[in-house]
């Protein structure tokens, strides 16, 4: 049977859930940073002044969603998180995009993922988490509109036909990289405990059917998962039709 009840603080917490809770956090302090230096590079691409206040109001948006969780982090453990969230940059370092296009698809996909991760967190057990979570799910929300009809404009232009497909796999791939694997003890256990809503499956199909009108619109197609380095359940479902 599900866990009920709702944590607060360390000492309510045994040790496994303590450190599922800390993992959680850094996972999107690190996505949230990402993004940051992701959007924070773009603004060397934008064509226009409009596109290159959109994205420094994003790039702050961003950096606000870290802090908010390193805030978090800090009352909870009495440490830092961003000696941990470095670390795990200079590990799996972010791409930036190459040119306005690129980001576009950026902004589509690797934003997209961030924010369907983060909804599986709304009804968290640890409760300080669920009201910082509504917040930015709510920025995020805004942020989906933006990518998307940007990326069927440029995807229907002839100069991109030739990468288009390849640029979307890279950044699908970065997308669907915030769910992590499905069927994890690890996933197990905090859906046992009400820390996420469900295994990454759901969440990760939710995400593929999401985005599935955007690329019949612009043309694009679904790589095999596992040839972009994708761990996925083989049921899960990738018609476009
Ligand atoms: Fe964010
Ligand atoms: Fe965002």
């Given at each position: 049977m599900d866990d009920t009840r709702d944590y607060y603080t360390r000492?309510?917490?045994e040790t496994r859930y303590y450190d599922t809770v800390l993992q959680m956090l850094v996972g999107q302090a690190y996505r949230e940073y990402a993004a940051a230096q992701l959007f924070g590079h773009g603004i060397s691409v934008v064509p226009s002044l409009h596109a290159l206040k959109s994205m420094t109001r994003h790039l702050q948006e961003e950096i606000q969603h870290y802090e908010m969780v390193a805030t978090m982090y800090q009352t909870l453990v009495?440490?830092?998180?961003d000696p941990l969230v470095y670390a795990r940059l200079a590990q799996q370092p972010i791409d930036f995009a190459q040119d306005w296009f690129e980001l576009a698809m950026a902004q589509f996909l690797y934003d997209r993922g961030g924010y369907w991760q983060l909804?599986?967190?709304?009804?968290?057990?640890?409760?300080?988490y669920r009201k910082v979570v509504a917040e930015i799910v709510d920025e995020e929300a805004e942020h989906q509109a933006l990518g998307e009809s940007l990326v069927v404009e440029l995807c229907l232009r002839k100069e991109y036909q030739a990468k288009k497909q390849s640029i979307f796999n890279k950044w699908l791939r970065y997308g669907l990289l915030?769910?992590?694997?499905?069927?994890?003890v690890g996933a197990d256990y905090a859906v046992k405990m009400r820390l996420?809503?469900?295994?990454p499956h759901f969440v990760m199909q939710d995400f593929i059917t999401d985005i599935k009108p955007v690329m019949k619109r612009a043309g694009l197609l679904f790589p095999s998962l596992k040839s972009i380095g994708i761990e996925a359940r083989n049921d899960i479902d990738l018609l476009l039709h």
């Amino acid at each position: 049977m599900d866990d009920t009840r709702d944590y607060y603080t360390r000492n309510q917490m045994e040790t496994r859930y303590y450190d599922t809770v800390l993992q959680m956090l850094v996972g999107q302090a690190y996505r949230e940073y990402a993004a940051a230096q992701l959007f924070g590079h773009g603004i060397s691409v934008v064509p226009s002044l409009h596109a290159l206040k959109s994205m420094t109001r994003h790039l702050q948006e961003e950096i606000q969603h870290y802090e908010m969780v390193a805030t978090m982090y800090q009352t909870l453990v009495d440490q830092s998180i961003d000696p941990l969230v470095y670390a795990r940059l200079a590990q799996q370092p972010i791409d930036f995009a190459q040119d306005w296009f690129e980001l576009a698809m950026a902004q589509f996909l690797y934003d997209r993922g961030g924010y369907w991760q983060l909804q599986e967190y709304e009804d968290c057990s640890f409760v300080p988490y669920r009201k910082v979570v509504a917040e930015i799910v709510d920025e995020e929300a805004e942020h989906q509109a933006l990518g998307e009809s940007l990326v069927v404009e440029l995807c229907l232009r002839k100069e991109y036909q030739a990468k288009k497909q390849s640029i979307f796999n890279k950044w699908l791939r970065y997308g669907l990289l915030s769910f992590g694997r499905p069927n994890s003890v690890g996933a197990d256990y905090a859906v046992k405990m009400r820390l996420r809503k469900r295994d990454p499956h759901f969440v990760m199909q939710d995400f593929i059917t999401d985005i599935k009108p955007v690329m019949k619109r612009a043309g694009l197609l679904f790589p095999s998962l596992k040839s972009i380095g994708i761990e996925a359940r083989n049921d899960i479902d990738l018609l476009l039709h």
